[in-house]
């Protein structure tokens, strides 16, 4: 089985960096992914790792350790919009099937 | 553009019927899968198909039905043998660079 996980809520300040944690167990580990989340809407794309390291997109870092079985996500200059729910999720190759585990999610509140 | 369809966006169910939420996608994509969020508790799967005419249960199938006739259509029957079926259904497909998966809009279910 697969366990992930991830804090519950963050609160961070407009113009501020935060970084959300996720730690995992999985065998057959294929690669982590984080997503955003507004509420009552679909989770869209943030980034992809399946070597360790960071990727780096704009605004937002995403980092992976397989050893350590970690990855955070690093947004920088916060903005409003930006309060949401993150997603992160892994995928592990079971039986010769794809398929993505997600954490609970991490709720994040921005302030101004 | 290409995408995945979900309707319908709110739908209400009287307890012991049974409910077919719509999964349709353009992004010629094999793979589909069926989520279920509620509060707290993450995404958690349902059910998914890699190929037309070939499903496998996820990790909470008891009470829902599928079927893949199309490569375009996932539907997902809640049956009434499903004793919590209030949640918010999300479906998905996978495919592109790095096989992330493409979210629909979802479906919010409420017994009644």
Redesign the interface.
């Known amino acids: 089985g697969q366990n992930i996980d991830q804090p ?1 809520e963050m609160t961070a300040t407009e113009g501020a960096i935060v970084q959300i944690n996720c730690t995992y167990q999985t065998s057959g580990f294929n ?1 982590l ?1 984080w997503y955003q989340q507004h509420a ?6 943030l980034s ?1 790792n ?1 070597l360790d390291g960071l990727e780096e997109k704009g605004r937002f870092s995403s980092f992976l350790s397989r050893s350590k079985g970690y990855s955070y996500l690093l947004l920088k200059e916060l903005q409003m919009k930006d309060s949401a729910s993150y ?1 992160c ?1 892994v ?1 592990d190759l079971n039986s010769g ?9 991490t709720m994040l509140l921005v302030s101004p | 553009d290409g995408g995945i369809t979900q309707s319908p966006k709110y739908l209400f169910r009287k307890e012991g019927q049974n409910v077919t939420l719509s999964c349709e996608q353009n992004l010629n994509h094999d793979a589909m899968y069926w989520y279920r969020q509620d509060p707290g508790q993450g995404l958690r799967l349902i059910y998914y198909s890699q190929i037309v005419n070939d499903f496998q249960k996820g990790d909470i199938a008891e009470g829902y039905s599928v079927s893949r006739e199309k490569k375009e259509s996932f539907p997902l029957t809640v049956t009434s043998a499903q004793k919590n079926p209030t949640a918010f259904y999300l479906c998905a497909s996978r495919g592109g660079t790095n096989y992330g998966y493409t979210f629909g809009s979802g479906t919010r279910l409420t017994v009644v």
């Open positions: 519950t690669g992914f009552g809407e679909a989770p869209t794309f992809y399946v997603l999720a995928r099937y794809s398929t993505l585990t997600f954490g609970k999610g």
